[in-house]
């Protein structure tokens, strides 16, 4: 049974298992797992990590990128303006209060896609439909992004701006994560405050 097939089979019984969960406040999952299947497969809920480059380098207030890891593996490593909601926590609390109901795309990632289909399931699962997944997670965003190079003599205008926002990002990702802990979870705390802030919540 190939990777494809086995997620299938899993949403599909996440599915089930979701609709019998007593969700807090006013969340159910209503959304028929057949449906919630060919939706979250579709190319439409993904983001390449060069879709996802591009976004941080412009500094995009349209997009949320949001780690699925643990608290220990994001003030290790994390993609600069990320936001930490644990996989594990996902369901603790009232999704509304970090997806900004609407008013953002909001761009799941791990390590690698397990997490974050799982949590578009969940989210979609619970109407929030701006819910998406960078593809690949950390292990696609360092084979492309922090890996990309250059060899040839010709490039073409395409490829030329494509190189240098993997240039940009991973400047940006290597400044970020080189900083001493305190002023790197400064920088994460202020992310925090101004993710409440678009969500029109206060500090």
């Known amino acids: 049974m190939n990777t494809r097939v086995k997620f299938s089979v899993g949403l599909l019984g996440l599915g089930l ?13 209503t959304v028929n797992p057949k449906k919630l299947l060919s939706e979250v497969l579709d190319n439409s809920t993904y983001f390449t990590v060069d879709q996802v480059a ?22 290790t490593l994390n993609i600069p303006g ?7 926590k996902l369901l ?6 970090f997806l900004n109901n609407g008013k953002a795309r909001n761009i799941f990632y791990s390590n690698g896609d ?10 979609r699962g ?5 819910t998406y997944v960078m593809k690949g997670g950390l292990n696609e965003w ?17 490829e030329n701006a494509l190189f240098e926002t993997r240039t940009r990002a991973r400047k940006m990702f290597n400044e970020m994560n080189s ?5 790197k979870m400064k920088f994460i705390r202020s992310k925090h405050i101004a993710a409440k802030k678009l969500d029109g919540g206060c500090e």
């Open 142 to 158: 360092f084979n492309t992004v922090m890996n990309s190079n250059f060899t040839g003599e010709r490039i073409s205008a395409r």
């Open 179 to 183: 900083m001493p802990d305190s002023l």
């Open 92 to 97: 603790d609390n009232d999704p509304g209060s």
């Open 114 to 123: 397990f997490d974050s289909n799982y949590a578009i399931a969940i989210e």
């Open 126 to 130: 619970l109407n929030f439909n701006n």
């Open 17 to 29: 298992i979701l609709a019998l969960l007593p969700l807090s406040g006013s969340r159910s999952f």
């Open 82 to 88: 990320s936001i930490n909601v644990p996989y594990s």
């Open 54 to 75: 591009k976004f941080m380098v412009s500094e995009d207030s349209s997009v949320q990128i949001i780690d699925l890891r643990t608290p220990e593996e994001f003030r």
